[in-house]
C-alpha cells in the first residue's frame, strides 16, 4: 500500500469501484476514460510502481493468467494487452497495471 497512490485506494476500496474480477494477489476494474468498448486494467493488489520493480516471477504469470480469465469471464475472444513503463513510455498511474483493450 502506498499512501498517495490512486490505485492502491482503489484496490482497498476507499471509492466503492466495482471489481470486474479478482483473485487472491490481482484484481480488474474498468479505466475511468475507457479508450475502447471494453477498456480494463489488471493489477497486482500489491503496490509496484512499475513493471521494472517486480521481483516475483509467480506475480507476473498470475497478472496474465488474470487477463485469460477475465476476457474468458465476459465472453472477450478478441483483445489488445499494453503495459506502459516510465513516465516517457506514457504512464500516468505508477502502480503496476495491464490494460486490455477490446471492441465487445
Ligand atoms: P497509464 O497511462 O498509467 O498506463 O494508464 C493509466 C490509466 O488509468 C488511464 O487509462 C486512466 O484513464 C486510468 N485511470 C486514472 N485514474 C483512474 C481512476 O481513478 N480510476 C480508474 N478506474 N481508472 C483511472
Ligand atoms: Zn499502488
Redesign the pocket.
Known sequence: MSEDC??CK?IRGD?G?EFVYETDNTVV???????APV?M?VCPKKHYPSLNEVDNKDLLGELLQTVREVTKKIGLKSYRT???TGREA?????HL?I?ILGNK
Not at 476494474?29 to 479508450?35: L, Q, R, S, T
Request: glycine share 4%; charged share 10%; net charge negative.
Open positions: 490512486i490505485f482503489i471509492f469501484t476494474f474498468n479505466d475511468i476514460n475507457p479508450k477498456h486494467l499494453q503495459i506502459n506514457g504512464q500516468e498511474v505508477f497495471h490494460h
